[in-house]
């Protein structure tokens, strides 16, 4: 069992119990019994794919469960919403480099840099169409320019187990998706919605922005939004 599947276990037992929720509480989240779950928090058994998925739906943070970091929203999400499925694309490019401009300018290096660059490579196959039928896992492993054993390597699972994962014939259950946020510091939201732009580590690095230079940067992205008449902030076209 991983660290980081771990402290994941001793977060999920804080927080039920600061929600004030019993094991059957939780159990009944998650689509399982009381007994299930207590083996679940005990670390007798793995929380499955579903069971993980099921927290999400629930609105629980998994972000947080698993990496101790809370999932955020931002602006940028709500620009990427509002922006119409033909120019999101573009959109995407226009809000990587702008944040690039403001890491720049706020002096942001070392490791918070290092992640960027590689969500920058996710988001990159996330939306374009090429890749546009394949899976996160997929997505994932071309962004880091890796083999299918190199990925199940970094999983700890068999190959044969991680290619079913990437064909998604089965969900990673949350034992991988730890490994995956400590090896590679991708957060489970981005597997969990698989059909959505995520923008988590985008979020993440806004948030340690400055207002005034949130705002120049707002500001900067909506302009470019207006030149293709994307127009966040009055719908979709």
Not at 46 to 61: M, Q, R
Not at 166 to 179: F, I, L, M, P, Y
Request: aromatic share 8%; glycine share 6%; charged share 25%.
């Amino acid at each position: 069992m991983s660290n980081a599947y771990d402290k994941m276990l001793n977060r999920l037992n804080a927080y039920r119990q600061m929600q004030n929720m019993s094991q059957e509480n939780m159990g009944s989240v998650m689509g399982i019994t009381q007994s299930h779950y207590s083996k679940l928090e005990k670390g007798k058994k793995i929380i499955s794919g579903e069971e993980l998925y099921n927290l999400k739906k629930n609105n629980i943070d998994v972000d947080y469960l698993i990496s101790g970091r809370g999932s955020l929203r931002t602006v940028l999400d709500e620009l990427m919403e509002q922006c119409s499925s033909k120019k999101r694309a573009e959109l995407l490019q226009l809000i990587v480099w702008t944040v690039q401009q403001g890491m720049e300018s706020a002096q942001i290096a070392g490791s918070a840099a290092a992640l960027f660059t590689r969500e920058i490579e996710l988001l990159r196959y996330q939306v374009f169409p090429h890749t546009s039928k394949r899976t996160i896992w997929y997505k994932i492993r071309m962004a880091n320019e890796m083999t299918q054993s190199e990925m199940a390597d970094v999983l700890d699972v068999s190959v044969k187990r991680y290619r079913e994962i990437e064909k998604g014939n089965t969900r990673a259950n949350a034992e991988v998706v730890a490994s995956l946020y400590e090896n590679l510091g991708y957060l489970p939201s981005i597997i969990l919605e698989e059909d959505v732009v995520n923008l988590s580590c985008l979020n993440h690095i806004w948030k340690a922005f400055e207002k005034e230079l949130q705002d120049e940067l707002e500001a900067f992205i909506r302009k470019g939004c207006g030149l293709w008449e994307c127009r966040p902030g009055e719908g979709a076209k």
